[in-house]
């Protein structure tokens, strides 16, 4: 894979006149500013676009920004605060202002940098943040209102009434905040996430990336090099210069040519990196079709790559950096280095009459890019007041009109700039006309990635930046990132760099020859602001000012973070990229420390703004996580049943027959056909653990409150675990199947706690111990099957050899029994609903024909299938504790069940228990709850309190846990965790529900409503 | 985050679940009584809720949960996130029962 793949005809294409359609000639021609020859653009390939509604045309190869630029589109967007009227600023991902609406309907997205998007044929864009047009922005007035608008405003402005927050300021502020709209429709387009490893990422493809991934390639370490451009080349693409004797860019395309050669290099074009994490684990935003309307079929439109490196080589650049003047946002303004990429990169003129504001000689470099080009420079505005050596005769040949002094304003108005304002050295001012201005206030290395671990930026002096100080381990960073400005650097350093960090990985190979190229000089005097009257911006995406920034100070946030949340300094979509190093020097100049000293805001991922949707990839509707299907789904889906998601599992809920109106009509006819006849369900998502070893028993003995090891071959057993620190984990019914082998069950919730905690105590706790642990959950099919009539349909499944009666198969007996045709399944006399009732196992692959053979076995006692409502309709009847009453407060003895606590043995949180606290006579405990009025419904989360209190925190004694309508009492009836509940069975209660409004008396009773003598599941 | 399991190979942090401090050593006492109960209960107020925050290198238990549900004991740096070692817990992957204590 390299950048230049797609097509040979991406190179600079000769003139227009040697294109050959007419179509392309008129499509040239209706672009006011593209240049006639030149550019990475294919002149053949014309595409239409529209912006606001104007249809517009610009080439293959372009830029959204790049296309505007030639077709003579200056004002691009309102800006956030004041609606000022704002142009294209820069030329790559650190955009600030040129933020549009990309697309329409159900794929619109809002804040896209016009900069990044590529054009294609048919694209639509509207700007944002005015109405009811660019031009005429009504919210403009906010220009008026500025004084109000400064550093602080929010915290000033909304402070009182308070009670107007909610209902005026909050929605106020909501209207106004924010650039574009985002879609209201779902989103249409796939996303993706994948992983990739290699030894050697390199981020950035740059002179020095690609020099960087060419020696480790070579060397033969399994390379990543990921750009955030359509194409590899970096800075090559628009400053040109010559390498090994040839032009850059043929200089770009042997290197990726010799890059896609490599078997063991990966090269991911569009593909920008956003974060730094531990262990070499980096993320990466593809935007596979994000330049095209609509993606292919099975296409997605973005991927989320998690890149596993060994080592990094960060090539990440530079960002330059603007000057604080007044005017400075006015459309037309421009960084140096922004419009020579439009010029070179792309053939478009950003001005025709271009004046300069540069305090380095890396902005000269603009002057022969806009002579090359045959535009004017108006003239050159640099503050040190002499041409650098390089360009001195350049100078002299087109007597360039070079200004000691500063920009000190810029006339224009919508359409952009039409005069500079320049004060020279002397205090002078002088007017000079131009329609474009060209801002160069030096480079900042591109350091935020080497700061995700917290590593702090150091200065330096000469360049008047800050560089990477600790980086993370196993990341380089090098060239224009690490403060190397020379072509020659970035080649040699990139190389460098490439070679140790292959060979750190073990390559063996050969790195290959270092390219050589010139080192240019780079001298700068260090110039962040101009003072003179006017607004002159920082921050252009918050519209943060010079003046914002000395007013935070005035008022005391002088450290950095506290001038970023009181500005919203760097705190837009760009993150400050082009803000943030001059709002901190402007502080560091208004409090007399040194930029160091004043240091920099924490840099944290995302390095650039990633949409959730990419994030989400898949996991999204049906597929957000996965699902667990129980073996009877299907055929339960057939059925018609409900489903309901407990956990990851869907299980089914009730079974609705034709003429039920509602649930409840369905789930009372099951609990009573269960009752009065014989039911089953499926109970498989149970979580089912084989516990086997000589020392199991006495394992179980210790993770169990009661006593395990004494448990007969053939017997079941409730069993009840506790945190070490005395509270209730989990509870569950466990059999012993053989000498050695005890069949545990845990419930659905915290099967996969319960493994954890079971393989700690184990593997860590008592590794002495000959016990093994084997998860089940998955292999066993299990139902529960309840009601009167079970032994008789039961007795049709098992083969006939098998004795089920009271005496062959007593009440908590576990076994396995043949069924008639061979299986052998796990049988269990157990019963949750308290009716007579068995639980049986078979592999799980019969368990949707055991669901069947249920049906057939027991259709002559109307056998009927029931779902978890019913399941928990029968257990709060029976006044069984379930998750609500286990909820991680609750102690045995709360749930009633303080009795099974041995008094012989050790136990996981038996110490821990007898706390205090823990056995305090006040505390919460399980009761029965019914409304005194028989038709009230009670709902659970009331709370209870006594008859006749005031209702309030003070009086609270408790709450409704779990409730249901019992069929069998023909009433509400609830389970409720009461303090002293025990000895009040009787009272009436005050029940308070404020959140439904709703105040009643119940009476506390028994929990166990029905059948209190447990003589229906020994039957 | 990757985590190099003993049994497993260098993994990805999100099938591991972490427990917190290896050092705490589960007390053990005579269920007759013998102890003083005051002691008891104090050793297992101190086992299972003191713990030092360390800003260092600190042995720590993982589970492998996602994997071969090994619990591991890892010296990791809680400042830099590095992982110096990561060993199987006694118990840990045997077919044989271990020696009490390690």
């Known amino acids: ?488 650097a970035c080649l040699r350093d990139g190389h460098a760099a490439g070679a140790a960090a292959a060979a750190e990985c073990g390559a063996a190979g050969h790195p290959g020859e270092v390219s050589e190229a010139g080192d240019e000089a780079y001298a700068i005097s260090p110039l962040w602001q101009v003072r003179a009257k006017g607004k002159a911006f920082v921050d252009f995406q918050h519209d943060v000012t010079a003046s914002d920034v000395t007013l935070a100070q005035r008022e005391g946030f002088e450290s950095v973070e506290h001038l970023k949340r009181y500005t919203t300094l760097g705190m837009a979509t760009d993150q400050g990229k082009t803000s943030n190093i001059t709002g901190l020097a402007i502080m560091a100049a208004a409090t007399g420390r040194t930029i160091p000293e004043t240091g920099t805001t ?41 489903f309901v998601d407990t956990g990851l599992w869907k299980r089914a809920q009730w079974y609705p027959q034709p003429g039920e109106k509602d649930w409840l009509e369905s789930v009372t006819r099951e609990v009573l056909a269960v009752r009065n006849g014989v039911g089953f369900c499926d109970v498989s998502t149970l979580g089912k653990v084989d516990v086997r070893g000589a020392d199991a028993g006495t394992f179980l003995d210790r993770v169990y409150i009661n006593a395990f090891s004494a448990l007969g071959v053939g017997k079941a057993r409730y069993g009840l675990m506790l945190r070490e620190d005395g509270i209730v984990m989990d509870d569950g019914t466990t059999s012993r199947l053989a000498e050695d082998h005890y069949f545990l069950t845990t419930t659905t919730a915290k099967a996969g706690p319960v493994m954890a905690h079971l393989e700690f105590c184990r593997q860590v706790l008592w590794p002495e111990l000959d016990v093994q642990l084997s998860s089940a959950s998955d292999q066993w099919a299990q139902f529960s099957i309840a009601g009167p009539n079970t032994r008789k349909l039961l007795q049709a499944l098992v083969d006939p050899s098998e004795d089920l009666s009271n005496e062959g198969f007593p009440f908590m007996g576990a076994r396995e029994v043949k069924l008639r045709g061979g299986v052998v399944a796990r049988l269990f006399r157990i019963s949750f609903s308290g009716e007579m009732a068995f639980e049986i196992s078979v592999p799980a692959r019969y368990g949707a024909a055991m669901a069947e053979n249920l049906m057939i076995a027991g259709k002559p006692y109307g056998v009927t299938p029931y779902g978890t409502e019913a399941l928990g309709v029968m257990r709060i009847e029976k006044g069984h504790v379930a998750g609500p009453e286990l909820n991680g407060t609750t102690t045995a003895d709360d749930l009633g069940l303080g009795k099974m606590m041995s008094k012989k043995k050790d136990f996981i949180g038996r110490v821990m228990a007898g706390r205090p606290a823990l056995t305090a006579p006040d505390r919460q405990v399980v009761v029965g709850i019914k409304p005194v009025d028989a038709k009230r419904r009670l709902r659970s989360g009331a709370h209870v309190m006594p008859k006749g209190s005031i209702a309030g925190p003070e009086t609270d004694q408790g709450y409704v846990t779990s409730v249901c309508y019992s069929p069998m009492l023909q009433q509400w009836i609830g389970l409720g965790l009461v303090e002293r509940g025990r000895e009040r069975i009787g009272e009436i209660v005050r029940i308070f529900d404020p959140l439904r409004s709703e105040d009643y008396e119940a009476e506390i009773c028994n929990p166990v409503f029905y059948d209190p003598e447990g003589v229906r599941q020994r039957g | 985050m990757r985590i190099a399991c003993p049994f497993c190979g260098e993994r990805e942090n999100g099938e591991f679940t972490y427990l917190g401090d290896a050092s705490p050593k589960r007390p053990t006492f005579a269920i007759d009584g013998g102890d003083s109960p005051e002691l008891v209960e104090d050793a297992f107020y101190d086992y299972v809720y003191l713990r030092d925050n360390v800003a260092g290198v600190m042995r720590e238990y993982w589970y492998h949960g996602g994997g071969c549900r090994s619990w591991l004991i890892a010296e990791r740096n809680t400042v830099t996130h590095e992982f110096i070692s990561v060993k199987a817990a006694p118990g840990a992957g045997a077919a044989k029962p271990a020696q009490a204590g390690e």
């Open chain 1, 602 to 642: 924490i840099y944290r991922p995302p390095y650039a703004p990633v949409a959730i949707g990419a994030l989400a990839g898949h996991h999204r509707d049906e597929n957000f996580h996965a699902w667990r299907l129980t073996p009877s789904h299907h055929w339960a889906a057939a059925r018609g049943a409900v």
């Open chain 1, 1 to 488: 894979m390299s950048g230049y793949s797609q097509s040979e005809s991406l190179g600079r294409t000769a003139a227009v006149e040697s294109a050959s359609s007419a179509r392309s000639q008129a499509a040239s021609a209706s672009q006011s500013h593209r240049l006639r020859s030149g550019g990475l653009i294919d002149r053949k390939v014309p595409l239409q676009f529209t912006f606001d509604g104007q249809a517009m045309t610009g080439f293959a190869g372009d830029t959204l920004a790049s296309a505007l630029v030639a077709n003579g589109v200056k004002l691009v967007a309102r800006s956030f605060k004041y609606h000022r009227p704002r142009g294209i600023i820069t030329a790559g991902s650190e955009e600030p202002s040129a933020l549009v609406e990309m697309r329409t309907g159900a794929r619109k997205e809002p804040n896209t940098r016009a900069t990044t998007q590529e054009l294609y044929d048919g694209l639509v864009a509207n700007s944002q943040n005015r109405w009811p047009s660019l031009r005429r922005d009504f919210m403009s007035i906010n220009q008026l209102a500025a004084p109000i608008f400064v550093a602080g405003f929010y915290y000033k402005t909304f402070m009182w009434p308070a009670k107007f927050w909610e209902k005026i300021y909050e929605p106020l502020i909501r209207r106004a905040a924010g650039l574009g709209k985002s879609a209201e429709l779902p989103d249409p387009d796939h996303y993706d996430k994948a992983w990739a490893h290699c030894d050697v990422l390199v981020v950035g493809a740059g002179p020095a990336g690609l020099s960087a991934a060419l020696a480790a390639g070579r060397a033969g370490s399994r390379v990543i090099l990921v750009e955030e451009d359509s194409h590899v080349g970096g800075r090559l693409l628009s400053d040109g210069g010559e390498i090994d004797g040839m032009h850059a860019e043929e200089w770009v395309r042997s290197a990726s040519e010799e890059l896609a050669g490599l078997p063991n290099v990966r090269v991911l074009t569009r593909t920008a990196l956003f974060g730094v994490y531990d262990g070499g684990v980096h993320a990466a935003l593809e935007r596979v079709n994000d330049h095209v309307p609509v993606p292919g079929p099975h296409q997605v439109r973005q991927r989320v790559w998690r890149i596993v490196a060994k080592r990094s080589v960060v090539t990440a650049g530079a960002i330059e950096r603007p000057i604080v003047f007044p005017g400075n946002d006015r459309p037309g303004v421009m960084m140096a280095s922004a419009v020579r990429t439009y010029v070179n990169r792309f053939a478009a003129m950003p001005g025709r009459k271009v004046a300069l504001f540069t305090n380095n000689d890396d902005g000269w470099r603009t002057v022969e890019a806009i002579q090359q080009a045959g535009g004017d420079i108006a003239a050159v505005i640099d503050p040190r007041g002499k041409v650098p050596a390089e360009y001195q005769a350049v100078a002299e040949l087109s007597d360039l009109r070079v200004i000691s002094g500063g920009v000190s304003d810029v006339k224009g108005g919508v359409d952009g700039v039409r005069a500079v304002v320049v004060t020279d050295s002397n205090g002078r001012t002088q007017q000079i006309d131009a329609d474009c201005l060209a801002v160069s206030g030096g480079w900042n290395p591109n350091v935020g990635l080497s700061c995700f671990h917290r590593g702090k930026p150091v200065w330096r002096e000469d360049i008047a930046a800050f560089v990477p100080g600790d980086a993370p381990r196993g990341m380089r960073l090098t060239g224009a990132a690490n403060g190397e400005f020379s072509l020659g």
